[in-house]
């Protein structure tokens, strides 16, 4: 389980006779024959930030107009599921982490890349016991984002506001970590313990803010429950919109909470939004877009839902949903046939990365059911980062959710080489203040390191969705119009 972001639990040292009752007493070290100790959980206090050590695990780069973050090392983290006590750590990863073959992690084990309670795995027929604490270390691989600047819209002593980009994450979440607006802020920013208001989705861009103190943060969270704050989107959606105001009350449910996908249903959440015509230049239409609640989508969903569905949204504008492309909630498959249907055609256009996931984490066993996306998180920001079914801020992922399914090299002349990479902590030597790579260090465990795969292009990266105002009872943060809602734009 990856560290979360603002809201995280780091360790803490023992208070004052702590140090005594984590001791094991004499007896308890008398074990039958065979028996393994497992050391007692280790006390966690609540941290706000990020800090040096966490910005410092890699870098970026820029390329054909995207952000890039090389490789890097990073420690996956869980304490033992209670389903698994009395099952070997080799049943468990044949059965739950299914992304990598058994050769992965009995090379990762030689590796010294599997802890347990942070001694080395020797055996994984080793059985799993209420609390054993499991590290595995992987080489990380995230996708890129747009090269597009974070701009600071307002900072003051309460708040920071930004323009965020599309297909940023707010938070680390699933492959994303170090591209995010919460990672660049504190990078490069010197902006550290924020705390996040709202959210929005990956692909949207625009009005975000964030508290700098635990008090602003619940003065407005007050205002968001008592339905106090104004939220005002423009979109860009196909063919004409109704000139008159448009209100749609349509319920929506959560279809996947891995690939992110969402639908009308009445069975759903119940939801509002009201959208207003701004302008429609022959093919495409302008609209403003006021949600009267938050829920996943709701705005993408909704305008899919009334025929209009956003230009180039790479959900819910595709020929998977059938013909009318979910028109008036006309799907005409099974949830598992809309999902494979959705995957099948991204994976067609080599553009699963747009979806913020990697045709691996299609095969892991069971979906996630506390995150809210796989490209977009929605929860609240206090984590626990040994808790693995923690949301981002908390990262949703599994041990096996980093890299992808290979058979790795087993000589010692490769592992040899691995520990010499691991030290270094990154698959590329960085050249000086250039931003380019020079010579790559590969992984030899690490497939991600083997396969090049297509960049999105920066338009790809794009959808035309954005936060234009959000007003509170005190305040009000507007940014500018996107170019792609003026009126005399065409694509």
Known sequence: EEEPGPGEKEEAAPGPGEKEEAAPAPKKRRLAAGERYVPPPRKLSTGVSFGAAHFAET???????????????????????????????????????????????????????????EEPVRDLDVVLKNNDFLRNTVHRHEPPVTAQPIQILVEDNEMVVVDKPSSLPVHPCGRFRHNTVIFILGKEHDLKELHTIHRLDRMTSGVLMFAKTAEVSKRIDEQVRERQLEKEYVCRVVGEFPEHEVVCEEPILVVSYKVGVCRVDPKGKPCITIFQRLSYNGKTSVVKCLPRTGRTHQIRVHLQYLGHPIVNDPIYNMEAWGPDRGKGGKIDKTDEELLKALVEEHRSKQSLDILGILEEDLNSSAENKDCGNSSDCTKSAQADPINENSCPAKDTKDLERNDTAACPPNSDTNLETLEKNKELGSCEIQDGQTGEKSSEEKDPLCVECKITRRDPSPKELVMYLHALRYKGAEFEYCSKMPEWAMEDWEE
Do not use: I, M
């Open 59 to 117: 870098s970026y780069y820029f390329e054909g107009g995207l952000r890039k973050v090389r490789p890097y090392y990073f420690d996956f983290r869980t304490y033992c599921k209670g389903r698994w006590v009395g099952r070997s750590l080799l049943h468990v990863f044949s059965t739950e982490f299914r992304a990598q073959p058994l050769a992965y992690y009995r090379a990762a084990a030689r590796a010294g890349r599997l802890r347990l309670n």
